[in-house]
Protein backbone atom coordinates (compact mmCIF):
# COMPACT_ATOMS: atom_id res chain seq x y z
CA UNK A 1 0.00 0.00 0.00
CA UNK A 2 3.00 2.36 -0.01
CA UNK A 3 1.56 3.55 -3.01
CA UNK A 4 -1.17 5.06 -1.31
CA UNK A 5 1.26 7.61 0.49
CA UNK A 6 3.46 8.58 -2.47
CA UNK A 7 -0.04 9.16 -4.31
CA UNK A 8 -1.45 11.45 -1.18
CA UNK A 9 1.63 13.03 -1.26
CA UNK A 10 1.55 14.10 -4.68
CA UNK A 11 -2.03 15.33 -4.58
CA UNK A 12 -1.47 17.52 -1.41
CA UNK A 13 1.73 19.34 -3.14
CA UNK A 14 -0.95 20.13 -6.25
CA UNK A 15 -3.48 21.20 -4.07
CA UNK A 16 -5.61 18.20 -4.71
CA UNK A 17 -5.83 16.83 -1.30
CA UNK A 18 -9.38 16.80 0.16
CA UNK A 19 -10.30 16.38 3.59
CA UNK A 20 -13.89 15.47 5.19
CA UNK A 21 -14.80 18.04 7.85
CA UNK A 22 -18.14 18.04 10.31
CA UNK A 23 -20.08 20.87 10.47
CA UNK A 24 -22.22 21.51 13.39
CA UNK A 25 -25.66 21.96 13.69
CA UNK A 26 -25.49 25.58 14.25
CA UNK A 27 -22.37 27.93 13.20
CA UNK A 28 -21.53 31.59 12.11
CA UNK A 29 -20.67 30.76 8.88
CA UNK A 30 -22.80 32.15 5.92
CA UNK A 31 -23.41 29.01 3.66
CA UNK A 32 -22.80 29.26 0.08
CA UNK A 33 -21.59 26.31 -0.55
CA UNK A 34 -24.34 24.07 -0.42
CA UNK A 35 -27.40 23.66 -3.04
CA UNK A 36 -30.30 24.22 -0.56
CA UNK A 37 -31.44 26.34 -3.43
CA UNK A 38 -35.00 27.52 -1.64
CA UNK A 39 -33.84 27.34 1.70
CA UNK A 40 -36.28 24.67 2.66
CA UNK A 41 -33.65 21.99 4.33
CA UNK A 42 -34.56 23.20 7.73
CA UNK A 43 -37.95 24.66 7.35
CA UNK A 44 -40.22 23.68 9.74
CA UNK A 45 -43.04 22.56 7.24
CA UNK A 46 -40.31 20.17 5.24
CA UNK A 47 -38.64 18.64 8.75
CA UNK A 48 -42.55 18.13 9.77
CA UNK A 49 -42.93 16.12 7.13
CA UNK A 50 -40.05 14.06 7.52
CA UNK A 51 -40.32 13.76 11.22
CA UNK A 52 -44.81 12.45 10.13
CA UNK A 53 -43.31 9.79 7.73
CA UNK A 54 -40.71 8.71 10.28
CA UNK A 55 -43.07 8.27 13.19
CA UNK A 56 -45.61 6.53 10.43
CA UNK A 57 -42.92 3.92 8.70
CA UNK A 58 -39.63 3.61 10.68
CA UNK A 59 -36.32 4.64 10.01
CA UNK A 60 -35.92 2.42 7.32
CA UNK A 61 -37.62 1.63 4.28
CA UNK A 62 -36.58 -1.84 4.76
CA UNK A 63 -35.57 -3.53 1.32
CA UNK A 64 -35.69 -2.79 -1.98
CA UNK A 65 -38.31 -0.96 -4.04
CA UNK A 66 -39.52 -4.58 -5.19
CA UNK A 67 -39.77 -5.88 -1.87
CA UNK A 68 -41.01 -3.82 1.05
CA UNK A 69 -39.02 -0.60 -0.04
CA UNK A 70 -41.81 1.12 -1.56
CA UNK A 71 -44.74 3.09 0.53
CA UNK A 72 -47.55 5.36 0.17
CA UNK A 73 -45.35 8.17 0.54
CA UNK A 74 -43.03 7.39 -1.90
CA UNK A 75 -45.96 6.41 -4.41
CA UNK A 76 -47.75 9.98 -3.62
CA UNK A 77 -44.45 11.56 -4.06
CA UNK A 78 -43.93 9.90 -7.96
CA UNK A 79 -47.38 11.17 -8.57
CA UNK A 80 -46.60 14.50 -7.28
CA UNK A 81 -43.04 15.29 -8.65
CA UNK A 82 -44.69 14.45 -11.96
CA UNK A 83 -47.92 16.24 -12.35
CA UNK A 84 -45.55 19.27 -11.48
CA UNK A 85 -43.06 18.63 -13.88
CA UNK A 86 -45.20 17.89 -16.47
CA UNK A 87 -43.71 14.01 -17.11
CA UNK A 88 -46.52 11.52 -17.63
CA UNK A 89 -45.16 9.37 -14.36
CA UNK A 90 -41.81 9.10 -11.85
CA UNK A 91 -39.97 6.45 -10.00
CA UNK A 92 -38.02 7.94 -6.72
CA UNK A 93 -34.24 6.44 -6.09
CA UNK A 94 -32.48 6.39 -3.38
CA UNK A 95 -29.70 9.49 -4.92
CA UNK A 96 -29.94 11.60 -8.09
CA UNK A 97 -26.45 9.23 -8.51
CA UNK A 98 -28.29 6.42 -8.65
CA UNK A 99 -31.25 7.60 -10.71
CA UNK A 100 -28.28 8.71 -13.35
CA UNK A 101 -26.87 5.19 -13.28
CA UNK A 102 -30.17 3.34 -13.52
CA UNK A 103 -31.98 5.26 -16.58
CA UNK A 104 -29.01 5.61 -18.88
CA UNK A 105 -28.21 2.20 -18.29
CA UNK A 106 -31.28 0.26 -18.52
CA UNK A 107 -32.09 3.23 -21.46
CA UNK A 108 -28.64 1.75 -23.55
CA UNK A 109 -26.41 -1.29 -23.28
CA UNK A 110 -24.57 -3.58 -26.07
CA UNK A 111 -25.93 -2.25 -29.54
CA UNK A 112 -26.75 1.29 -27.90
CA UNK A 113 -24.70 4.67 -28.98
CA UNK A 114 -24.96 7.18 -25.96
CA UNK A 115 -23.82 10.84 -26.85
CA UNK A 116 -22.60 12.65 -23.74
CA UNK A 117 -22.12 16.51 -23.28
CA UNK A 118 -18.35 17.17 -22.48
CA UNK A 119 -19.44 19.16 -19.21
CA UNK A 120 -21.78 16.28 -17.82
CA UNK A 121 -21.67 15.43 -14.32
CA UNK A 122 -19.68 12.42 -13.06
CA UNK A 123 -22.72 10.34 -12.17
CA UNK A 124 -23.50 10.78 -16.08
CA UNK A 125 -20.25 9.72 -17.04
CA UNK A 126 -20.46 6.31 -14.98
CA UNK A 127 -23.52 6.03 -16.37
CA UNK A 128 -21.77 6.35 -19.73
CA UNK A 129 -19.19 3.87 -18.94
CA UNK A 130 -21.71 1.26 -17.66
CA UNK A 131 -23.52 1.34 -20.37
CA UNK A 132 -21.97 -1.27 -22.28
CA UNK A 133 -23.38 1.41 -25.17
CA UNK A 134 -20.42 3.24 -27.59
CA UNK A 135 -20.23 6.11 -25.87
CA UNK A 136 -19.14 10.04 -28.38
CA UNK A 137 -18.51 12.77 -26.17
CA UNK A 138 -19.58 16.19 -27.89
CA UNK A 139 -18.23 19.35 -26.87
CA UNK A 140 -20.04 21.22 -24.25
CA UNK A 141 -23.31 22.27 -25.85
CA UNK A 142 -22.04 22.06 -28.83
CA UNK A 143 -25.33 21.08 -30.63
CA UNK A 144 -23.80 20.19 -34.43
CA UNK A 145 -21.54 18.19 -32.99
CA UNK A 146 -24.53 16.05 -31.21
CA UNK A 147 -26.22 15.90 -34.83
CA UNK A 148 -22.86 14.53 -36.10
CA UNK A 149 -22.67 11.53 -33.89
CA UNK A 150 -25.96 10.43 -34.64
CA UNK A 151 -26.11 11.02 -38.58
CA UNK A 152 -22.93 8.86 -38.53
CA UNK A 153 -24.18 5.96 -35.81
CA UNK A 154 -24.84 2.29 -37.39
CA UNK A 155 -26.58 1.39 -34.21
CA UNK A 156 -30.52 1.49 -33.67
CA UNK A 157 -31.04 2.94 -30.28
CA UNK A 158 -29.34 6.18 -29.36
CA UNK A 159 -29.54 8.67 -26.29
CA UNK A 160 -28.78 12.21 -25.91
CA UNK A 161 -27.38 12.65 -22.00
CA UNK A 162 -27.09 16.38 -20.64
CA UNK A 163 -27.49 18.73 -17.58
CA UNK A 164 -30.19 21.02 -17.93
CA UNK A 165 -28.08 23.53 -15.64
CA UNK A 166 -24.06 22.59 -15.29
CA UNK A 167 -23.26 22.37 -11.63
CA UNK A 168 -19.98 23.64 -11.82
CA UNK A 169 -20.75 26.79 -14.65
CA UNK A 170 -24.50 27.03 -13.76
CA UNK A 171 -24.81 27.70 -17.39
CA UNK A 172 -27.83 25.89 -18.96
CA UNK A 173 -28.26 23.18 -22.24
CA UNK A 174 -29.76 24.28 -25.53
CA UNK A 175 -32.50 21.99 -24.67
CA UNK A 176 -34.92 22.61 -27.97
CA UNK A 177 -31.68 22.65 -30.38
CA UNK A 178 -31.22 19.14 -28.64
CA UNK A 179 -34.57 18.12 -28.66
CA UNK A 180 -34.95 18.96 -32.69
CA UNK A 181 -31.95 17.50 -33.21
CA UNK A 182 -32.55 13.93 -31.66
CA UNK A 183 -36.31 13.92 -33.13
CA UNK A 184 -34.66 13.81 -36.30
CA UNK A 185 -32.40 11.51 -35.77
CA UNK A 186 -34.48 9.47 -33.50
CA UNK A 187 -32.68 9.37 -30.39
CA UNK A 188 -33.98 9.71 -26.69
CA UNK A 189 -32.88 12.68 -25.01
CA UNK A 190 -32.19 12.06 -21.46
CA UNK A 191 -31.98 15.78 -19.40
CA UNK A 192 -30.63 15.59 -15.81
CA UNK A 193 -32.68 18.55 -14.09
CA UNK A 194 -30.52 18.24 -11.16
CA UNK A 195 -29.78 22.47 -10.65
CA UNK A 196 -32.84 23.09 -12.55
CA UNK A 197 -35.93 21.95 -10.59
CA UNK A 198 -37.01 24.54 -7.95
CA UNK A 199 -34.65 27.78 -9.93
CA UNK A 200 -35.51 27.31 -13.49
CA UNK A 201 -38.44 27.37 -15.97
CA UNK A 202 -42.08 28.51 -14.63
CA UNK A 203 -42.73 28.06 -10.95
CA UNK A 204 -39.44 26.13 -10.59
CA UNK A 205 -40.80 23.29 -12.84
CA UNK A 206 -37.35 22.53 -14.58
CA UNK A 207 -35.69 23.96 -17.78
CA UNK A 208 -37.75 21.54 -19.99
CA UNK A 209 -40.75 23.04 -18.73
CA UNK A 210 -39.44 26.16 -19.69
CA UNK A 211 -38.45 25.34 -23.07
CA UNK A 212 -42.00 23.49 -24.02
CA UNK A 213 -40.19 19.91 -23.75
CA UNK A 214 -42.19 18.64 -20.53
CA UNK A 215 -43.79 15.50 -21.52
CA UNK A 216 -42.59 14.75 -24.84
CA UNK A 217 -42.84 11.26 -25.56
CA UNK A 218 -39.04 11.09 -26.67
CA UNK A 219 -37.81 12.99 -23.56
CA UNK A 220 -36.63 11.25 -20.12
CA UNK A 221 -35.57 13.91 -17.09
CA UNK A 222 -33.88 13.34 -13.89
CA UNK A 223 -34.12 14.96 -10.61
CA UNK A 224 -32.38 15.23 -7.44
CA UNK A 225 -34.50 15.71 -3.79
CA UNK A 226 -31.10 16.77 -2.08
CA UNK A 227 -31.02 20.25 -3.77
CA UNK A 228 -34.33 22.98 -3.87
CA UNK A 229 -36.45 20.45 -2.09
CA UNK A 230 -33.86 20.40 0.56
CA UNK A 231 -34.12 16.52 0.80
CA UNK A 232 -32.52 13.39 -0.09
CA UNK A 233 -33.11 11.05 -2.82
CA UNK A 234 -33.56 11.26 -6.65
CA UNK A 235 -36.10 10.63 -9.57
CA UNK A 236 -36.71 9.55 -13.04
CA UNK A 237 -39.80 11.23 -14.59
CA UNK A 238 -41.07 10.71 -17.91
CA UNK A 239 -43.51 8.49 -20.28
CA UNK A 240 -45.13 5.27 -18.02
CA UNK A 241 -43.77 2.74 -20.66
CA UNK A 242 -40.38 4.13 -19.79
CA UNK A 243 -40.73 3.97 -15.80
CA UNK A 244 -41.77 0.61 -16.29
CA UNK A 245 -39.19 -0.65 -17.94
CA UNK A 246 -37.15 0.79 -15.04
CA UNK A 247 -38.82 -1.41 -12.78
CA UNK A 248 -37.86 -4.03 -14.42
CA UNK A 249 -34.61 -3.38 -15.67
CA UNK A 250 -32.72 -0.50 -13.50
CA UNK A 251 -30.15 -1.73 -11.26
CA UNK A 252 -29.80 0.87 -8.64
CA UNK A 253 -33.44 0.71 -8.05
CA UNK A 254 -33.84 -3.26 -8.16
CA UNK A 255 -30.78 -4.02 -6.11
CA UNK A 256 -30.83 -1.30 -3.86
CA UNK A 257 -32.49 -0.69 -0.37
CA UNK A 258 -35.41 2.12 -0.71
CA UNK A 259 -35.50 5.57 0.14
CA UNK A 260 -35.96 6.61 3.39
CA UNK A 261 -39.51 7.23 3.86
CA UNK A 262 -38.21 10.19 6.08
CA UNK A 263 -36.48 11.69 3.32
CA UNK A 264 -39.50 11.17 1.01
CA UNK A 265 -41.70 12.81 3.13
CA UNK A 266 -39.70 16.08 3.36
CA UNK A 267 -38.96 16.01 -0.44
CA UNK A 268 -43.13 15.89 -0.52
CA UNK A 269 -43.37 18.97 1.97
CA UNK A 270 -41.11 20.58 -0.02
CA UNK A 271 -42.43 20.19 -3.09
CA UNK A 272 -45.59 21.22 -1.47
CA UNK A 273 -44.04 24.93 -0.55
CA UNK A 274 -42.64 25.36 -3.75
CA UNK A 275 -45.95 24.76 -5.73
CA UNK A 276 -47.68 26.90 -3.05
CA UNK A 277 -44.78 29.68 -2.96
CA UNK A 278 -44.52 30.28 -6.88
CA UNK A 279 -42.17 33.30 -5.89
CA UNK A 280 -39.45 31.09 -4.28
CA UNK A 281 -37.46 30.51 -7.62
CA UNK A 282 -37.26 34.66 -8.22
CA UNK A 283 -35.61 35.05 -5.19
CA UNK A 284 -32.82 32.25 -6.01
CA UNK A 285 -31.78 33.75 -9.47
CA UNK A 286 -31.74 37.35 -7.77
CA UNK A 287 -29.59 36.32 -5.03
CA UNK A 288 -27.55 34.77 -7.52
CA UNK A 289 -27.34 38.11 -9.90
CA UNK A 290 -26.45 39.99 -6.13
CA UNK A 291 -23.56 37.60 -5.38
CA UNK A 292 -22.04 37.57 -9.33
CA UNK A 293 -22.20 41.41 -9.21
CA UNK A 294 -20.28 41.31 -5.41
CA UNK A 295 -17.75 39.01 -6.99
CA UNK A 296 -17.49 41.09 -10.72
CA UNK A 297 -18.49 38.07 -12.83
CA UNK A 298 -21.50 37.77 -14.91
CA UNK A 299 -25.24 37.31 -13.57
CA UNK A 300 -26.03 33.10 -14.34
CA UNK A 301 -29.20 31.88 -15.50
CA UNK A 302 -29.69 29.61 -12.58
CA UNK A 303 -28.04 29.50 -8.77
CA UNK A 304 -24.54 28.88 -9.27
CA UNK A 305 -21.97 31.79 -9.22
CA UNK A 306 -18.41 30.30 -10.01
CA UNK A 307 -15.36 32.48 -10.06
CA UNK A 308 -12.61 31.10 -11.94
CA UNK A 309 -9.12 31.40 -9.77
CA UNK A 310 -7.08 28.76 -12.76
CA UNK A 311 -4.56 27.42 -9.90
CA UNK A 312 -6.23 24.85 -7.31
CA UNK A 313 -3.39 26.38 -4.85
CA UNK A 314 -5.27 29.72 -5.06
CA UNK A 315 -8.33 28.37 -5.11
CA UNK A 316 -7.76 26.79 -1.74
CA UNK A 317 -6.19 29.64 -0.01
CA UNK A 318 -9.37 31.97 -1.00
CA UNK A 319 -11.88 29.42 0.17
CA UNK A 320 -10.32 29.05 3.54
CA UNK A 321 -10.17 33.12 3.60
CA UNK A 322 -13.79 33.46 3.27
CA UNK A 323 -14.58 31.04 5.90
CA UNK A 324 -12.04 32.82 7.97
CA UNK A 325 -14.51 36.13 7.62
CA UNK A 326 -17.77 34.15 7.76
CA UNK A 327 -18.82 33.09 4.67
CA UNK A 328 -18.27 29.24 3.26
CA UNK A 329 -18.00 28.73 -0.20
CA UNK A 330 -17.60 25.90 -2.74
CA UNK A 331 -13.78 25.17 -4.04
CA UNK A 332 -14.02 23.44 -7.14
CA UNK A 333 -10.47 21.99 -8.17
CA UNK A 334 -9.90 18.62 -11.11
CA UNK A 335 -11.47 16.57 -11.62
CA UNK A 336 -14.74 18.05 -10.87
CA UNK A 337 -13.55 20.91 -13.16
CA UNK A 338 -10.74 20.94 -16.21
CA UNK A 339 -7.52 21.87 -15.46
CA UNK A 340 -6.19 25.72 -15.40
CA UNK A 341 -9.87 26.75 -14.13
CA UNK A 342 -10.24 25.39 -10.84
CA UNK A 343 -12.47 28.15 -8.47
CA UNK A 344 -15.13 29.15 -5.57
CA UNK A 345 -18.41 27.97 -6.50
CA UNK A 346 -20.91 30.03 -4.77
CA UNK A 347 -24.60 29.03 -4.42
CA UNK A 348 -27.70 31.50 -4.15
CA UNK A 349 -30.52 30.83 -1.62
CA UNK A 350 -34.24 31.59 -1.99
CA UNK A 351 -33.74 32.79 1.94
CA UNK A 352 -30.64 35.37 1.67
CA UNK A 353 -31.49 38.68 2.89
CA UNK A 354 -29.85 42.29 2.45
CA UNK A 355 -27.74 41.57 5.11
CA UNK A 356 -26.58 38.47 4.18
CA UNK A 357 -25.66 39.77 0.51
CA UNK A 358 -23.88 42.60 2.13
CA UNK A 359 -21.76 40.48 4.16
CA UNK A 360 -20.75 38.10 1.04
CA UNK A 361 -20.10 41.44 -0.68
CA UNK A 362 -17.83 42.50 2.01
CA UNK A 363 -16.11 39.45 2.04
CA UNK A 364 -15.65 38.38 -1.53
CA UNK A 365 -14.13 41.90 -1.81
CA UNK A 366 -11.81 41.48 0.96
CA UNK A 367 -11.05 37.76 -0.40
CA UNK A 368 -10.78 38.22 -4.48
CA UNK A 369 -8.20 41.63 -3.72
CA UNK A 370 -6.16 39.33 -1.61
CA UNK A 371 -5.64 36.80 -4.84
CA UNK A 372 -5.22 38.77 -6.86
CA UNK A 373 -8.39 38.13 -8.65
Not at 84 to 89: H, L, P, R, S, W
Amino acid sequence: MAWLDRNAERRREAGLRRELRPRAPHEPLLDLAGNDYLGLSGDKRVVDGAVAALRTWGAGSTGSRLVTGTTEVHATLERELAAFTGAEAGLVFSSGYAANLGVVTALSGAGALIVSDGANHASLVDACRLSRARVAVAGHNDVASVDAALAGRTEERALVVTESVYSADGDLAPLRELHAVCRARGAVLVVDEAHGLGVCGPGGRGLLAGAGLAGADDVVSTVTLSKALGSQGGAVLGPQRVIAHLVDSARTMIFDTGLAPSCAGAALAALHVLRDEPGRPGAVLAAAAAIADAAGVAAPPSAVVSVVLGSPVVAVAAARRCAELGLRVGCFRPPSVPEGTSRLRLTARADLCAADLDRVRAVLTTVLAEVGA
